[in-house]
């Protein structure tokens, strides 16, 4: 009902900025914090490997697994090609690879805390780091201990404070999102669209959930989707990979019962590489971008080139919360050459609908990955619907 104007679109730009920097404001300290008494308490009790090992597998095998049904949708619909839209490219800030491993191994160890709000690794390293080595011997590590835990427990309740009041914010970011729609015509990316809502459907309440009926001890895996909803509303509206690490740190444990040594883990990882459902919405864009590009059908290797691309760029946007769609799209382009370097530009009238579907998808897979390791590693405290926030 807001009329599109340029003092509208500025004004709600800024409150949508605002709403996700203050999304993310205590993020940074409660994963800290949280990180090092869970890899302590982890250490503790001896289940460090086992949960670790199985955060891997799950990163690995969910990333692959969504991929597949990305791929496998796009070439049974195959999306009509849309016309070559001629955009310019702005700058990405991408980090090389060397930058990632200065950033990560600076020369002074206190750098981490200076990194900016987009590259959480490098403050998880040290987390893990100093969680390791406060078991050597717990009469000196005791006030340590004590300090750790005492400041993991104030960041969560400042971090569920900033949830309580999210809701405001989300009314100016979806305000935001509708002013950047309304300027594009989107007819042209109706069936990609179709395409991605299909997979979310079908990910989200069909195969996500018999996968935690069927690993997960035949528990009704409807509950665990309801106790994700407002996780799932927050990555969708935001398109941010660490606003919906703080609304799962207090969901997952409110909601769920996840441990604090659990969920600080899985969820820090996954919102750094557990990437699969932007995985699954770049694997499904490409082969669009391949198709409006080339008048020739898609070869088994074309497609088997976009399916390991779209896995291993996943893995590669530790450093981008937000617009992961984008950045990998961009990467593939550049990588994949032959005249398609701005080729992911075509997308740009809609990219926020892609960056949104595709951290809906992140989020609701860790989601699940966190309660599957939880279940097999005993560290889920069952909470009744009724007592659900």
Known sequence: FIPLSDSGTIIFDFLS????????????????????????????????????????????????LLVLVGIGTAIIFSPERVPIII????????????????????????????????FLLPLYILAFFIGINLDFNRQITRPAIQVFDSLSRVFYHGNSL??????????????SRIFYVRLYNLEIFKQLLIIIAFDLV??????????????????????????????????????????SLGMLAKHGKENLGLKRRLSSSVYTLFAVFGRAGTALVVSVSFILILRSYSSLE???????????????????????????????????SAYYGKGLEEGFLILKPVMPLLVSAGVLLDVVTASLASYLIGRKEGLVDEVQIENFI
């Open 17 to 64: 900025k605002l709403s996700i920097q203050i999304g993310r404001y205590t993020i940074f300290p409660l994963v800290f914090f949280s990180i090092v008494m869970g890899t302590y308490e982890l250490r503790h009790e001896r289940k460090l490997f086992a949960v670790y090992s199985k955060i891997v597998i799950y990163l690995v095998l969910s990333a692959v």
């Open 87 to 118: 955009e310019t490219q702005t700058s990405l800030n991408e980090l090389s690879a060397q930058q990632v491993f200065f950033h990560i191994f600076p020369k002074n160890a206190f750098k981490v805390f200076l990194e900016s709000g987009s």
């Open 162 to 175: 900033i949830v309580e009041f999210f809701a405001l914010g989300i009314i100016a970011i979806v305000t």
């Open 202 to 243: 079908i990910m989200i309440f069909g195969i996500f959930p018999l996968l935690l009926y069927l690993l997960g001890g035949k528990i009704n895996p409807y509950k665990w989707l309801y106790a994700t909803t407002a996780s799932a509303i927050t990555a969708v509206v935001t398109g941010d990979e660490y606003v």
């Open 298 to 332: 898609l070869t088994f290797m074309q497609i088997l080139w976009v399916a390991g691309f779209s896995i291993i760029t996943s893995f590669a946007l530790i450093s981008v919360p937000g617009m992961g769609v984008y950045v990998a799209l961009s990467m593939m």
